[in-house]
């Protein structure tokens, strides 16, 4: 019989060799990798020894398919994000930064569930329970019927739970400090996460108590530990915000039972996490629509409409490599639209620092922000201010042409109930046939938008007798 060998696995990202190193290769940390024996991990099952396997039975493809009963949380952003409320028996990691609220939502959908008639259980291992209750005393709830426990043991906790009634709703704060027996290694590393996690998993489909594993995040914003787990979850969602603006967004990252890249937008107050109906509204709050180098931007975050504004500074450089700084938006594709402007629009830029912001806080992942981006750098370029009542959306292509982009009519309908009377869009859109509830502009190609706003920033400028500013544009 051959020996076993134990293998190193990194506790920073799971990655396995065979012989310790002090730098891991994958993740490039340092002093994070650990020896795991052979009875430890994924393949503990195969060492203690293989059972002989059932047959069981197989079927097709056809069938009656029924839709997942829900738990309706009570607020109305988070069923958002989760599909329609809670699935029993699923399993949701929910991410964040310290302090950005993943508790405060957590315990204030305990409340609302558990002043509903369920049985909800809130496990805490990091505080302890009289914080627990100093925080909901804060926010005016101590007075459901939340149960509350600090516990870290996983088999104590399985077998807690399954006295009684079937709670509803299991909050596992956090996944990183909850230890197993099963597992020979340290509450934290990445073959304790991965155990409990499988433990706590397996009490849910086995029950049908839905459970929610809190998760830390690393330094760059992904969620500690290995990510397996996030692949062995129902589903995934994010926290989101900032320390200087007072909102927090919710994103579903992975859902198995309804639509990803949803988002449910919450403002932090005193009294908690309150819910934001309309996030168009707040985003575009305060913003000054005279001074150049801001566009709203019609965009999408899953099936709803958000506005938000893009901001861009384009000031001379006196540095031998301009600098490029962007908050909110991809690095590359802000350095994909410079591109195309200075192959297909004649803007010179190479001279130029360039600063593009979303305003808010809000963090756009969608190509359809290329058209507002691009115009906010003309805008600031050339001085030219941006009419208040428009929006823009599309997508640039690399040969300087606007293409289409998904859900037109939504983004048409949400700018004309802010108040929008007009929307630069592809040309595409008309040729589709679909009616717009404003006036819209089309642009084919993004030489075609460039010559507008220049032109419009030099009849300004001579309308206020300043003196013409130089060419920016150049003929080709």
């Known amino acids: 019989m051959a020996k076993s060998r134990a293998n190193f696995v990194c506790q920073n990202c799971g990655a396995v060799t065979n012989r310790w ?5 994958s993740c490039g940390e340092w002093n ?23 047959v069981f039975p197989l079927e097709g493809l056809a069938g009656e398919s029924k839709s997942a009963p829900r738990i309706v949380s009570g607020i109305g952003e988070l069923d958002r994000v989760t599909g329609g409320g809670f699935v029993p028996g699923s399993v949701i990691l929910i991410g964040g930064e310290p302090g950005i609220g993943k508790s405060t939502l957590l315990i204030q959908a305990c409340a609302t569930l558990a002043d509903r008639g369920h049985r909800v259980v809130y496990i805490s291992g990091e505080e302890a329970v009289a914080q627990v209750r100093l925080r909901a005393e804060r926010l005016g709830l101590a007075q459901s019927s939340v149960e509350l426990a600090a516990e870290t043991s996983v088999e104590d906790i399985t077998a807690t739970l399954q006295e ?18 099963t597992v020979e290694s340290t509450p934290g590393t990445v073959t304790q996460v991965r155990g409990a996690a499988q433990s706590l998993i397996r009490y849910a489909k086995n029950s049908g108590a839905t459970v929610i594993l809190v998760g830390h995040v690393t330094k760059d914003g992904q969620i500690a530990g290995p990510r397996v787990v996030e692949h062995m979850v129902d589903a995934v969602v994010s926290f989101e915000g ?28 005193g009294a908690g996490l309150r819910e934001v109906t309309n996030p168009s509204a707040l ?18 975050e899953g099936t709803r409409p ?44 190479g001279q130029h620092d360039v600063y593009l912001n979303v305003a808010g806080g ?22 030219a201010i941006l009419p208040r009542d428009c929006v823009y959306f599309g997508e640039l292509a690399l040969s300087g042409s606007i293409r289409p982009v998904a859900q037109s009519g939504a983004r048409l309908k949400e700018a004309a109930k802010l108040g929008f009377s007009s929307a630069v869009a592809p040309a595409a859109i008309k040729e589709s046939g679909e009616q717009s509830p404003i006036t819209l502009q089309t642009a084919g190609h993004i030489s075609a938008l460039v010559a507008d706003i220049a032109a ?21």
């Open 21 to 25: 190193q002090g730098k891991c290769e």
């Open 32 to 54: 994070s990798i650990v020896e795991e024996g052979p009875t430890a991990g994924i393949g503990a099952q195969a060492a203690r020894g293989a059972r002989k396997g059932r």
């Open 164 to 181: 009684g009634k079937r709670p509803a709703l299991v909050i596992i704060d956090s996944i990183q400090t909850m230890w197993t027996e």
């Open 242 to 269: 900032d320390g200087g603006h007072h909102f927090r967004i919710l994103r579903a990252v992975k859902n198995r039972f309804g639509p990803t890249d949803e988002i449910g937008v919450f403002e932090m107050t």
């Open 283 to 300: 985003f575009l709050a305060g913003r000054d629509s005279s001074a150049p180098g801001a566009a709203v931007f019609a965009g999408m």
């Open 306 to 349: 958000v506005l938000v504004e893009i901001q861009a500074l384009v000031a001379p450089t006196a540095l031998g490599t301009p600098r490029r700084a962007v908050v909110g938006w991809e690095q590359s594709r802000l350095s994909m639209v410079i591109a195309v402007l200075e192959a297909h629009a004649g803007l010179r830029l």
């Open 362 to 383: 809000l963090r756009i992942n969608e190509p359809a922000a290329d058209l507002a981006a691009a115009a906010a750098l003309v805008s600031s370029l050339t001085g």
């Open 456 to 476: 419009a920033g030099a009849q300004a400028r001579r309308g206020s007798g300043d003196r013409p500013k130089p060419a920016v544009v150049t003929n080709r």
